[in-house]
DNA sequence: GATTGATTTGGACAATTGTCCTAATTGTGG
DNA sequence: CCACAATTAGGACAATTGTCCAAATCAATC
């Protein structure tokens, strides 16, 4: 088993802490104390908070592309996998509903700091969208595919969003059982 | 005309740089220096940064009532009313763009932080969750009008977060175009 | 015009922030 | 065992944070 090195160790906490505490509200000490190592070691990997956040959304992008890429050679049809991103919600409705979505609440935050990574975080978005539109291409969906990919995005964010606020699992089910519907009508509709 | 007290200039500032900058991340100094006053007569106002957001929560789910009175007056038709609502969307999406839905990013920042106000913020929320549950009910949705209250609104919660990232106006349009799509199928399905 | 209370000022305060440096400690190859 | 590089520790640093206070100024009343 390969030692996991203190530079992906500190990245790792960083991840966890940004996505529970906030960006802005994390600080050096906070990831030092979490890893447990000096924040003098700490500044050897890195020399500032952007370069931290940066290799956070590194990790980001990395982990999604894998899950992305375990849901195709895992799921035959693309329903399976698009489901298989709907019921995300479900699998991490805990996190979800104490933290929220942690692309989205991310993106959030870098846009009111003005931060220089804004757009890097929104790549892991384009990643979510872009594979989604791969799967609803797959499906028939030509011209469409774009905007059911957008539009299946932005319904689970809101469904993460009003999860964190109301903390009720039971809507979770509901609207992901309501957007499996959406998505079978719209396949049912590619076939008429 | 009545003068603006040095209180009301206060919160109406705070509010403003919450929403533009993030709770956290806007400094008692920001503040002052926006009203143009000393951090001392600030003090004098709010002795804690929690008294301050508990007056910020106060003012907009002041300003949210003051809205959604005025739509139930101007709009005779729940369903313009629900329209209203959505089209909040296209009428602020300037902001939205730029930094997100006031409600939406403030209660998932106070979650983040696990701040006392957290609940005070989702109130906000329960306003407008509550508002569009009675406009669904005056158009006959007995049992469904609340979960199609708590639909409508994650739904334009996801467009507000999908257009803060990805800065896309015509997305907006397109979302909204199909919530109102949404809204008026479900209409006709009541009256059969 | 004097008195009194409300308002405003500028700065003190301890703690924390991100950043940076030097010295000590490791581990490795000769 | 020694030399050298990689790693770690601990603290210094200037700036900023939220909080708090004493003194100055303002405004209204008698």
Redesign the interface.
């Known amino acids: 088993m390969a030692a996991v090195s203190t530079r992906d160790q500190i990245v790792e906490i960083a991840d966890d802490l940004f996505y ?3 960006f ?2 994390t600080s050096f000490a906070d990831i030092a104390a979490g890893v447990g190592i000096s924040r003098g070691n700490f500044y050897y990997y890195f020399k500032t908070k952007d370069e931290i956040l940066d290799a956070v959304i590194d990790r980001r992008i990395a982990r999604t592309r894998g899950m992305l890429d375990g849901w195709e050679t895992e799921a035959p049809e693309p329903r399976e996998r698009i489901v298989a991103f709907i019921e995300l919600l479900i699998a991490n409705r805990a996190p979800i509903m ?3 979505c942690p692309v ?2 991310l ?3 870098l ?3 003005d931060h220089v990574h804004q757009e890097r975080a ?1 790549d892991i ?1 384009g990643l979510f969208a872009h594979w989604l539109e791969k799967q609803f291409r797959a499906l028939g969906a030509e011209e469409a595919a774009r ?1 059911w990919a ?2 299946v ?7 993460a ?2 999860a ?3 903390k009720d699992e039971a ?1 979770i089910r ?2 992901v059982a ?1 957007i499996t519907g959406w998505l079978d009508r719209q396949i049912v509709s590619l076939s008429q």
């Open positions: 529970r505490g906030g802005e509200a104490a933290y929220g989205g609440t993106c959030a935050e846009a009111k700091l929104a978005f905007e957008l539009h995005l932005a319904w689970s964010q809101g469904v969003s009003l964190t606020v109301f809507f509901r609207e309501d």
